[in-house]
């Protein structure tokens, strides 16, 4: 029997269904594991105000502007820890199919930042953000998706 997972994703959490089988009506809940990360505004990830430089012409001095977005790039972080949880998975043979349904920049990330054995097991990517819906409706939008 084919072990099928499903990852709902964003920026800031993420919910892998493990043992997903679309065959069956009335199936139990597959198991849960549940990846977070606290969201935080950019004045919670940088305490320090940028800094000063003197102008190129004149005395003048003005704030520096950060090079970064700072958000994006905790969500970065947590996306390329989700990537990095799956691909243990998949180097165990823990699953042999995998759907992604992900925020559009979240699933642009983790392609970019998926092992190539997750990569190879992948068979289906979803850009709808789908991690707030219950575990019944989340697996049967993408039956819906998967097989109209």
């Known amino acids: 029997m084919t072990k099928t997972w499903i990852l709902a994703a964003d920026g800031n959490q993420a919910r892998l269904l493990k043992g ?8 139990r809940s597959p198991e849960q594991e549940i990846f977070r990360s606290e969201p935080k505004k950019a004045q ?3 305490s320090d105000r940028p800094g000063r430089s003197y102008s190129s012409h004149g005395p003048g001095r003005s704030a520096m502007e950060y090079t970064s977005d700072p958000v994006r790039d905790e969500q970065q972080r947590f996306t390329a820890e989700v990537a990095e949880k799956l691909e243990c998975y998949a180097g165990a043979d823990a699953f042999d199919r995998l759907i992604v ?3 559009p920049q979240t699933l642009g990330h983790l392609r970019a930042m998926l092992g190539a054995k997750s990569r190879e097991k992948t068979t289906a990517e ?6 707030n819906l219950p575990t019944e409706k989340l697996v049967a939008s ?4 998967m097989f109209e």
């Not at 979803?126 to 991690?131: A, L, R, S």
């Not at 993408?142 to 998706?145: G, L, M, T």
């Open 126 to 131: 979803i850009d709808k953000d789908f991690t």
């Open 44 to 46: 919670e990830i940088m």
């Open 101 to 103: 349904c992900a925020a």
């Open 142 to 145: 993408v039956r819906s998706i």
């Open 20 to 27: 997903v089988n679309f065959l069956k009506d009335g199936q």
